[in-house]
């Protein structure tokens, strides 16, 4: 029972470890940008302590972003409105959506410029 045990531990640390790093990666700067309409658009999802995204698009449009588990067609977490440039931080475990306030489609670009890692405590038990 305690190798499998210390088997599934060790493998919860590698799913971690490789959230971290594909959670870090996009935190290199490099936007990555997406077609939004009246609709809601999944733009990413953040597994994180506290993530911070940029988001950028035409100065004058108008949109809505959205943070949280994304569930029945809208986000159950935060949602902001903007024009242009924003930021916003989002929390845990999540998706970043954005749609158009406008009837007018229009593109958003964003990357996570800033993240937080969650801490893991080892404990024996």
């Given at each position: 029972?305690?190798?499998?045990?210390?088997?599934?531990?060790?493998?919860?640390?590698?799913?971690?470890?490789?959230?971290?790093?594909?959670?870090?990666s996009?935190s290199?700067?490099?936007?990555?940008?997406k077609?939004?309409?009246?609709a809601?658009?999944?733009?990413?999802?953040?597994?994180?302590?506290?993530?911070?995204?940029?988001?950028?698009?035409?100065?004058?449009?108008a949109y809505?972003?959205?943070?949280?588990v994304?569930l029945?067609?809208?986000?159950?977490?935060?949602?902001?409105?903007?024009?242009?440039?924003?930021?916003?931080?989002?929390?845990?475990?999540?998706?970043l959506?954005?749609?158009?306030?406008?009837?007018?489609?229009?593109?958003?670009?964003?990357?996570?410029s800033?993240?937080?890692?969650?801490?893991?405590?080892?404990?024996e038990?």
């Amino acid at each position: 029972m305690q190798n499998g045990l210390l088997k599934d531990r060790h493998l919860f640390k590698l799913c971690l470890a490789a959230l971290f790093c594909y959670a870090s990666s996009a935190s290199a700067r490099e936007y990555e940008c997406k077609d939004v309409g009246a609709a809601w658009v999944q733009l990413g999802w953040h597994v994180a302590a506290r993530v911070e995204y940029q988001l950028v698009t035409e100065p004058d449009a108008a949109y809505e972003v959205g943070t949280g588990v994304f569930l029945w067609g809208e986000p159950r977490g935060s949602k902001y409105s903007a024009t242009g440039f924003s930021e916003i931080e989002a929390y845990g475990l999540g998706s970043l959506v954005a749609r158009s306030l406008s009837k007018q489609p229009l593109k958003i670009c964003f990357t996570a410029s800033e993240m937080e890692a969650i801490t893991i405590f080892s404990a024996e038990f």
